[in-house]
């Protein structure tokens, strides 16, 4: 915008600099090319003159009525122009001084919004980092509801405390009701985000999908923040390096035998072939196009059994990222 302002005041710069370029020649080196100097370091700046102050003093100058240590220089510079001429000058004059002081307030106050702007996601940015990860299966691990659900520990079982629906059996079909799961969330952008329920496990998505899904052949509208290029700037998880990399395996037959990546499987064992050499890619990877195909939406549902699973973060940062490409081998026998 800046530039687009500053291309279009030059221009009128110069076409008001022609009008006058005749009766000013002599001018601009002692008041600078747009009147912006002290003539021999003792003048006014008329750049910061009026149009009826300009037109004043060169008439002043004309007649011999204005003028201090400059009077002298100025009369014979002005001696010859009619009152028309000074009009002229003192619009033109005024006319790109004006233009200039309007691309400077306007240079002014995109620059203090910039500033504004970059402060505020500065802030934000802070303030993300200062949010906690949720761990939406903390509760689930409870140690009060662990130890109620433990049937192991009891003289007596109820048939309600058998089955997951924790109904009757006898009289389910007309007491058991589906869970009614609630997906509203806050807006993308507003959520704070969830743990990972174990190292590499597909995020949970923390914000409201109401509009985004289904995804399609040609509509997938999550890339449109957490591309790389674009997510940080958003605040978004990134897409990660494993989805923009292709690991099908080259497998082929040869003869009663198959091979995969160069290597014979034997009949039941496939423990011992490296994953798929990786290629690597400047796009996304198509088999990780869907996204909602393991990234589900987070519902508003009491579990309905609690869960002793706890997972093992060797690295803390693991909890909010993925490390699946540099750990695709691990356990793998590459010998």
Known sequence: ??????????????????????????CVGCHGAKFEKKAMGKSKVVQNMSKEAIIEALKGYKDGSYGGPMKGVMKGQVASLSDADIADIANSIAGANKAEAKVKAVEKKEEKKAVAEASKFEKEASADKAKKLENINAHVADKARLEKEDLGNKKEVTE????????????????TEGVMADYSRPAPGSATKFERAFVNAPPMIPHSV???????????????CHMPDVAKSVGATPIPASHFTNYRPTTK???DKVVKEGKVLGKNNTADVVIAKAKKMDKLYQGRFNCSQCHAPQAKVDPVVGNTFQPDFKDAKLKGHSSLADAMNEGVDIK
């Open 160 to 175: 309600e405390a058998l089955g997951l629906r924790k109904t009757n059996l006898y009289d389910e079909d007309d007491k």
């Open 210 to 224: 109401e509009g985004l899904l289904p995804i399609t052949q040609n509509n997938n509208q999550c890339l449109g």
């Open 253 to 255: 037959m040869e003869g």
């Open 1 to 26: 915008m800046i530039k687009v302002l500053k291309v279009l005041t030059l221009g009128s710069l110069l076409a008001s600099s022609a009008l006058y370029a005749a009766n000013t020649a002599a």
